[in-house]
């Protein structure tokens, strides 16, 4: 079983910056992937940013430029950089991670709880 818990969320104004963390942890062989997320009330979640255990990394156009993600494959961890914040960045975000279990191989995507990132003045 995976565990995925997200720290960093809180209260910024517009123009600040945030730094997300996500760490998972279980009977994981490797992980492929870890992406953040994000949703807002009566809204679908999207994709924020993802990168692979490779380093490759893919953006939701409206944060290009403005967010990075980073990845510790010892650590089992990923970070968010979330610079020049806008008011609809306001969200709850979530990290994902998927990839493959240490018993019989088998994959696993597991989410985290979410963490709230307010943009206000």
């Known amino acids: 079983q995976v565990q995925v818990v997200e720290s960093g969320g809180g209260l910024v104004q517009p123009g600040g910056s945030l730094r997300l963390s996500c760490a998972a942890s279980g009977s994981i062989l490797n992980i492929a992937g870890m992406g953040w997320y994000r949703q807002v009330p009566g809204k679908e979640r999207e994709l924020v940013a993802h990168i692979t255990s490779g380093s490759s990394t893919n953006y939701l156009d409206s944060v290009k430029g403005r967010f990075i993600i980073v990845r510790d494959n010892v650590k089992n961890t990923v970070y968010l950089q979330m610079n020049s914040l806008k008011p609809e960045d306001t969200a709850v975000y979530y990290c994902?991670?998927?990839?493959?279990?240490?018993?019989?191989?088998?994959?696993?995507?597991?989410w985290g709880q979410g963490t709230q990132v307010t943009v206000s003045s």
């Open positions: 994902n991670a998927h990839g493959v279990l240490r018993s019989l191989r088998g994959s696993f995507d597991a």
